[in-house]
């Protein structure tokens, strides 16, 4: 640490702005910024636009027009804040090395992305949503890729372990969206078992699973579409068909469990349910990445703050605008010092909004 130290006195600390950050003035700088940051935020939050699209359609919206209107107002409300974070946080630096008159290992990105990152709780409760799923989301992943403590490391190094963790946070989650307590996103959506009544058991796993496989094909598809387009490179190899195989395999499992607990009288629908998506997670051998995993963890534990939210009257601003600042500070300043420590989602995120 001692090192660390004095190596980042020698070589950071008596610079200035135009040797470590830019060429230019800080004033010249920060207008280059806003076009900048602005083009690499339309470039990384557009698939968020069609997607709102076609969420809308899905949804029976055929007013077209209204539709495209929605949706741009979503997507410039999410480059706005990309903007902003990202400018403000890159300003904060210049603005603490005139005001401290040198650079220091905490105020050189830290606190900047602290002080910028305060600013996110005004924005609007979509694009913080957006925010904080991904930066927690990404939180999580780099804790887990560090394997810094016991229990992390346990988790890093054995798939099994991370299967019935995954297992586990699916049981918490379908429960939490058929009980109403989680309102996010997740992949598979409980089911009711009303539907069984029209349809034979088979019937009923075969039309869940042939409705999945479609939803993951159009997920592979998508992604491969948005890589080639990052890229700019056409390839088959950057189509997959992962999603495809785990949520058919998800559904797959999740359908024959909930039909023959059905079958049993005296199991509660409560059980019925949990047992159910419980195995259902078994799905994650399929597809084993850390990235699913920590949006599981991530999802899980809204579900469970979501029942306990439930008894306490709702506001505005919460926990997690207390705590965004200090997670976007902390990836922020670990990816510009120890960039092995951070998931490949933070850096992406970090290098999309700021135009790297």
Request: overall charge positive.
């Amino acid at each position: 640490m001692v090192a660390s130290s004095s190596l980042f006195a020698e070589q950071i600390s008596w610079r200035n702005c135009n040797e470590l950050l830019h060429p230019h003035s800080c004033r010249r700088a920060a207008w280059q910024h806003v076009y900048r940051f602005v083009w690499s935020n339309l470039k990384y939050y557009l698939p968020m636009f069609v997607l709102d699209l076609l969420k809308q359609a899905l949804r029976g919206n055929q007013q077209l027009l209204h539709s495209l209107r929605n949706a741009m107002w979503y997507y410039g409300q999410l480059v706005f804040g990309g903007l902003v974070t990202g400018w403000l946080s890159a300003s904060f630096i210049c603005l603490l090395r005139h005001l401290l008159g040198e650079f220091r290992p905490n105020t050189v990105v830290f606190l900047p992305a602290v002080l910028a990152g305060a600013f996110d709780a005004l924005l609007p409760i979509r694009v913080k949503q957006v925010h904080h799923t991904a930066l927690f989301q990404a939180l999580i992943e780099s804790l887990l890729l560090q394997r810094s403590n016991p229990l992390t490391k346990a988790l890093g190094t054995s798939l099994w372990r991370q299967t019935l963790l995954f297992m586990a946070c699916s049981a918490v989650i379908m429960l939490g969206k058929q009980r109403e307590w989680h309102k996010g996103f997740w992949f598979v959506a409980p089911d009711c078992l009303q539907s069984l009544k029209s349809l034979s058991p088979i019937q009923y796993v075969v039309q869940g699973v042939r409705k999945y496989l479609l939803i993951g094909l159009a997920l592979d598809i998508f992604k491969g579409l948005i890589s080639c387009i990052k890229t700019s490179r056409w390839h088959l190899k950057q189509f997959s068909l992962e999603s495809m195989a785990w949520l058919g395999c998800y559904v797959g499992i999740y359908r024959t469990s909930l039909c023959y607990m059905a079958s049993r009288t005296d199991v509660s629908q409560t059980l019925q349910q949990i047992v159910s998506s419980f195995l259902g997670g078994l799905s994650f051998v399929c597809y084993p990445k850390l990235t699913i995993l920590s949006y599981a963890l991530l999802e899980a534990g809204r579900s469970l703050w979501g029942k306990y939210r439930r008894k306490r009257h709702r506001s505005r601003f919460g926990y997690s605008e207390l705590v965004f600042p200090l997670v976007l500070a902390y990836l922020i300043h670990t990816y510009a010092f120890y960039p092995k420590r951070v998931s490949a989602l933070a850096s992406i995120i970090i290098d999309s909004t700021t135009g790297n």
